[in-house]
Each structure stands twice: as structure tokens, then as C-alpha cells.
């Protein structure tokens, strides 16, 4: 099955911890994306890559940082930096334009809880 | 900064009747235009797009206009269900290869039974 995948789908971690989430793609899209959502809000975009080995800053990218390594994994890292990490964290996909459908395909999302 | 909004952030309609979930959108440069739904725990999913040298493009139950006069972008549901619950999102998109996207806050439906 072609997909995005995101894990683990729940993640507590103590203050001061450092944490990776992951995201993978089998749908060879080229670009790929983190938001962040808290509860009752929309999507706030944290980082993004069109390529590989490079990627850019969103709206909400201080304390978190990325790699793209391979075209088809993109994690995310909270660092203890980040001051209020708890919240809900999807990853997406998409082609960069050429066909008929652009949209982003989501992961089911990683749920992060700060003790 | 320019950015996409919902006026409506909850939604209440009876099953069976319509619903009419609208965004207004800030950004000139914007192209593309994409309604997502989201189910409580799960990550959004494409419902339908538009391009904007179209005004309507229907769906299975669902119709998206676009009216680029006064930035503004609607997404119908006919005969609403109980599955329809969810929150609602538009998408504007724009850049050489529609790599910037940016979200409204999401409307939330509910249906009643």
C-alpha cells in the first residue's frame, strides 16, 4: 500500500528530553512537510523540504529541527528548547506541481505529551 | 501576513439538510484551493480542490465555489450525515510548484441526528 506513516502514534517524553518523531513516504512525493495543531486550532506549519538535504523554516520553527537525508523520510526533532511541545504533530506530502492533483497526502499523526 | 480564516469555527446542522462552510482567503498570488477534512485523531484528507479559472467544481455530494471578486471559497455538503462530523479546513496554494501552503483554523462541524 502507497502511504505516509507516522510514529509512534502517542509519545511522552520529560522536560528537558529531546525527541524525534518520524515520517516516512512511499508515495515519492518530493516534498514533505511538519504541522503542528493544539487542540482546537488549525495547522501551524513548522518546517518543509522540496528536495533532499534541504529544507526551509515555517511559521513556528524555533525548537524543533529536521533532516532530509532520503526522499522519503523526513523527521522531526523537539528539542527541550521548545517551551510548550505538547500538542499533535502531522506530517505531510505532496508533489510539487505537474499533474492534476497537488493536494498534501497526511500521516495519521504522532500525539506528543510533555510530563 | 497574509493568511487564510473561516468565519464560521462550529457549525450545527440537522442530518439531511445542507451545509455551507465558508473561508476567505487573503493572498492574490493563491491558485489553488483545497477543503481537507479531519476526523478527530487523524491527520486531514483531500475532499476537493479548485484552480482559479474555475468558479464551481462539483463532487460526490459536495461542491466548492470560488469567488476570487472578494477572496472567498465555499464548501456545500448535500444531505449531511452523521459522518460528516469533523472539522473542516481550507488550503490556499501558491509558489512555482504550489509548495507553499497555508491553512485556515478549521471549521468544526456537527450533525444532529
Known amino acids: 500500500d502507497g502511504g505516509i506513516t507516522q510514529s509512534p502514534k502517542y509519545l511522552f517524553r520529560k522536560e528537558g528530553q529531546n525527541v524525534t518523531l518520524s515520517c516516512e513516504q512511499n508515495l515519492n512525493h518530493d516534498a514533505m512537510y511538519w504541522y503542528r495543531q493544539d487542540p482546537g486550532q488549525g495547522l501551524r506549519l513548522i518546517y518543509y523540504s522540496q528536495i533532499v538535504n534541504d529544507f526551509q523554516k515555517g511559521d513556528i520553527a524555533e525548537g524543533y529541527s529536521v533532516s532530509r537525508e532520503k526522499k522519503e523520510s523526513f523527521p522531526l526533532t523537539v528539542t527541550s528548547a521548545q517551551k510548550n511541545p505538547t500538542a499533535f504533530y502531522l506530517c505531510?506530502?505532496?508533489?510539487?506541481?505537474?499533474?492534476?492533483?497537488?493536494?498534501?497526502?497526511f500521516g495519521p499523526g504522532t500525539r506528543l505529551t510533555v510530563l | 501576513g497574509e493568511s487564510v480564516g473561516l468565519h464560521l469555527p462550529t457549525l450545527s446542522v440537522q442530518e439531511g439538510d445542507n451545509s455551507i462552510i465558508n473561508c476567505a482567503y487573503s493572498n492574490s498570488a493563491s491558485d489553488y484551493f483545497i477543503w481537507y477534512k479531519q476526523e478527530s485523531g487523524k491527520g486531514p484528507q483531500f475532499i476537493i480542490d479548485i484552480r482559479s479559472n474555475m468558479d464551481k467544481r462539483q463532487g460526490q455530494r459536495v461542491t466548492v465555489l470560488l469567488n476570487k471578486t472578494v477572496k472567498h471559497l465555499s464548501l456545500q455538503i448535500a444531505a449531511t450525515q452523521p459522518g460528516d462530523s469533523a472539522v473542516y479546513f481550507c488550503?490556499?496554494?501558491?509558489?512555482?510548484?504550489?509548495?507553499?501552503?497555508?491553512f485556515g483554523p478549521g471549521t468544526s462541524l456537527s450533525v444532529i441526528p
Open positions: 488550503a490556499e496554494n501558491f509558489g512555482t510548484s504550489y509548495d507553499k501552503v497555508i
Open positions: 505531510a506530502s505532496k508533489p510539487l506541481a505537474g499533474g492534476d492533483y497537488n493536494e498534501q497526502f
